[in-house]
């Protein structure tokens, strides 16, 4: 057995977690693992222990192409592809493959070491799991080392074919201390070798994490319009087309492919349009599909980033934060005259809010900034917040919590799966500084815990991405009637992290009615003249401007203003019907 460390957890009945040592002493008590137990414990024994290891595919590999046989079987019996004089059998690859070699190899990366090939025994895996099983992982490994290398043995980069083994030098260890248990060590099923010279991905490699726009600006200054540039997608399916073409000799498969490009260039979205293990194996896979002068990386999960690190040489990357604008004290008067023309009513509001704001550029740190904003829907808190980014530059981040379910909020906050989306990877895609977190009245309470760090430190960490957000002014809007309200129910751990609280108060009939008249002009703008014509014949603005005191949000009120308009232009149409058409050609 592969050693390793568990962690485990019986549902409501047990939550411990236990070290596989004491498992195996009190459970199991055969000649092979008790050598093994002693063993390890010597100084001077030939093995060594492997912890946070990433385990990958070596693409082109026997391994990497027993990973994807197995689902072979489904398929018709008897189809078969032709390579050469002879076809091959597709429904019985995996079954000679398992009888071709009895061991599979895997490249270990290790952040700050070497590369290692891990080498198991097929017959090693017990419990139903399979070899894509180690690839999700987190294991202790312990393995003997047996042989070192100067060059890969197997680089599909251009020519997918072995590549010269004489360089390799194999390695004897005596092991006359351990020759009772000899045997023993011939069946561990994790080997190791060293891997090293590999030829290098890429030239310069740039991982950025920064919004869209900045990332564009980024590579169009490094690259030239005559450049060839790939984008990751295609590069992914370049990837599979050479793999599929080596694993059944498919001739000629090569000749329209790249063999060097020279930019490489992988959005942030581009993450979730592939499969886990391709995150994983990002690097590898690269590594494996053509060389490049430069490559791009924008935000990228962390085990991407890992695989980079880990492949990379530290001069050739090179880690880019964006830098956002901060709040500055000449802002505040812009910001004020921008409120004062889109903000409707809401005086002593703005004043507070100006106020706070002087105050959080004088005394803030690098720590974000959060401010509170409570009253009634509709009354121009989103409003308020748009203005603040646009001042700052940029186009505001806004998250809504009321359209979230909680399990949906939980997947949201925690991360799940890296392709769906996620608060982590909306931080890093800010285009400005100013984040609004619409209704946050509505989130749950148990996710408060998830804010803690990042309103204190600006440190936020989910299961694929870790987010700088120092420096982030944080707007959280909600409906609490008073602060005292929002004291109470947020209670005091989440309460204590907001900077300043601002209050919203309704509008007066007047503001109202200008909300509605401004809201009319705007959709009238849109019309042509005889639909223009039509409304302006109507009293709907009249109607509007003498009830606007009626609504109490102002959302609403807009809504029903467009209604209005559309019910009245529409009008001709649904009392005079469906047309009958006698005649088919007319």
């Given at each position: 057995m592969i050693g390793l460390d568990a962690s485990v957890k019986t549902e409501g009945l047990l939550d411990a977690s236990f070290n596989s040592g004491t498992i195996a002493k009190s459970i199991i008590s055969n000649t092979v693992?008790?050598?093994?137990?002693?063993?390890?414990?010597?100084?001077?024994?030939?093995?060594?222990?492997?912890?946070?290891?990433?385990?990958?595919?070596?693409?082109?590999s026997i391994s990497s192409f027993s990973l994807l046989t197995p689902y072979l079987s489904m398929l018709k019996p008897g189809q078969a592809v032709e390579a050469g004089d002879f076809d091959i059998s597709l429904d019985k690859l995996d079954a000679t493959l398992s009888k071709a070699k009895g061991y599979l190899e895997?490249?270990?990366?290790?952040?700050?070491?070497?590369?290692?090939?891990?080498?198991?025994?097929r017959m090693a895996l017990k419990n139903n799991y399979r070899p894509s099983d180690?690839?999700?992982?987190?294991?202790?490994?312990?393995?003997?080392?047996?042989?070192?290398?100067?060059?890969?043995?197997?680089w599909p980069t251009r020519s997918l074919?072995?590549?010269?083994?004489?360089?390799?030098?194999?390695?004897?260890?005596?092991?006359?201390?351990?020759?009772?248990?000899?045997?023993?060590y011939q069946s561990w099923p994790c080997m190791t070798f060293s891997w090293r010279g590999c030829p290098p991905m890429a030239?310069?490699?740039?991982?950025?994490?920064?919004?869209?726009?900045?990332?564009?600006?980024?590579?169009?200054?490094?690259?030239?319009?005559?450049?060839?540039?790939?984008?990751?997608l295609d590069a992914i399916r370049i990837y599979n087309t050479k793999i599929r073409a080596a694993q059944f000799v498919t001739p000629g498969a090569f000749e329209d492919m790249p063999e060097r490009v020279d930019n490489c260039v992988v959005k942030s979205t581009d993450f979730g349009s592939v499969l886990s293990h391709v995150v994983s194996s990002f690097a590898s896979i690269l590594e494996s599909t053509f060389e490049m002068d430069r490559l791009f990386v924008q935000n990228p999960p962390s085990r991407a980033l890992k695989s980079l690190e880990s492949s990379c040489d530290i001069s050739d990357l090179k880690i880019i934060y964006h830098e956002y604008p901060q709040l500055k004290r000449e802002d505040l008067q812009p910001i004020y005259e921008s409120l004062h023309q889109k903000v409707l009513g809401q005086q002593e509001s703005k004043k507070a809010l100006v106020t706070s704001l002087y105050k959080l550029i004088v005394m803030s740190d690098e720590r974000p900034s959060v401010v509170l904003f409570y009253g009634p829907s509709g009354v121009g808190k989103t409003e308020t917040g748009k203005c603040l980014s646009e001042a700052?530059?940029?186009?505001?981040?806004?998250?809504?919590?009321?359209?979230?379910?909680?399990?949906?909020?939980?997947?949201?906050?925690?991360?799940?799966?890296?392709?769906?989306?996620?608060?982590a990877r909306d931080l890093l895609g800010r285009e400005s500084n100013v984040v609004l977190i619409d209704e946050f009245d509505k989130v749950q309470p148990s996710l408060y815990n998830m804010f803690y760090q990042l309103f204190d430190e600006g440190k936020y960490v989910d299961t694929n991405y870790e987010v700088d957000a120092r420096g982030v002014l944080f707007l959280l809007t909600s409906n609490f009637p008073s602060e005292k309200a929002a004291r109470k129910a947020l209670g005091s751990a989440m309460f204590s992290r907001i900077s300043a609280c601002i209050g919203f108060e309704d509008l007066n009939p007047e503001d109202k009615a200008r909300i509605a008249e401004s809201r009319f002009d705007e959709v009238m703008g849109k019309l042509n003249e005889d639909e223009r014509a039509t409304i302006e014949a109507s009293n709907i603005l009249a109607w509007f401007i003498e009830n606007a005191g009626r609504y109490d949000n102002m959302r609403t009120l807009k809504n029903k203003v467009e209604k209005a308009v559309f019910e009245r232009l529409s009008a001709p149409i649904i009392n005079v019907g469906p047309r009958v058409i006698d005649d088919p050609g007319e």
């Open positions: 693992l008790t050598d093994f137990l002693k063993a390890i414990k010597e100084e001077d024994a030939p093995i060594e222990r492997f912890e946070g290891v990433q385990i990958e595919q070596i693409p082109g895997f490249r270990g990366r290790q952040e700050g070491k070497g590369d290692v090939v891990l080498r198991f025994n180690l690839l999700k992982m987190n294991l202790t490994l312990y393995a003997v080392y047996v042989a070192s290398a100067e060059s890969m043995i197997w074919v072995r590549r010269d083994l004489r360089s390799w030098t194999i390695q004897t260890t005596r092991m006359s201390k351990f020759r009772p248990s000899l045997s023993s030239t310069k490699v740039y991982v950025f994490f920064g919004p869209d726009s900045a990332f564009d600006e980024l590579v169009s200054s490094k690259t030239e319009e005559s450049d060839y540039t790939v984008r990751y700052i530059g940029g186009e505001l981040t806004r998250v809504q919590f009321s359209m979230m379910q909680t399990s949906e909020a939980y997947e949201y906050l925690f991360g799940a799966e890296h392709s769906k989306a996620s608060f």
